[in-house]
């Protein structure tokens, strides 16, 4: 699975962005698909996730409320809608993809991961 991710860019706080990932392969709707972050000088941590069975999403709690991932199958793709932006959301945004889809907040459960896109949030 190749991953190519898009809609990053400069916002203003309070503002939105809709973050994209491209899937090639055609076994996409099999795997789980995550969105991580990775601010300049921390961990990369999850923001979001959508289970390959059941629909069911989970969030970070610091993006609960604001941010909404879904998925077109039959597009292979994924999406982020990131609303009332601030500052601390300024990172490398991530997507990824898990074969397994178990603790679907952990990195190490993804098996393919995209180049990033750079999401800036101005105060």
């Known amino acids: 699975v190749q991953l190519v991710e898009s809609g990053g860019g400069l916002v203003q706080a309070g503002g939105s962005l809709r973050l994209s990932c491209a899937a090639s392969?055609?076994?996409?709707?099999?795997?789980?698909m995550g969105w991580f972050r990775q601010a300049p000088g921390k961990e990369r941590e999850f923001v979001a996730a959508f289970s390959w069975s059941a629909g069911n999403t989970y969030y970070a709690d610091s993006v609960k409320g604001r941010f909404t991932i879904s998925r077109d199958n039959a597009e292979n793709m994924v999406y982020l809608q990131m609303n009332s932006l601030k500052p601390e959301d300024t990172a490398v945004y991530y997507c990824?993809?898990?074969?397994?889809?178990?603790?679907?907040?952990?990195?190490?459960?993804?098996?393919?991961w995209g180049q990033g896109t750079q999401v800036t949030v101005s105060s």
């Open positions: 990824a993809a898990s074969a397994g889809g178990g603790r679907l907040a952990s990195r190490r459960e993804y098996d393919y």
């Open positions: 392969g055609r076994t996409f709707s099999s795997y789980a």
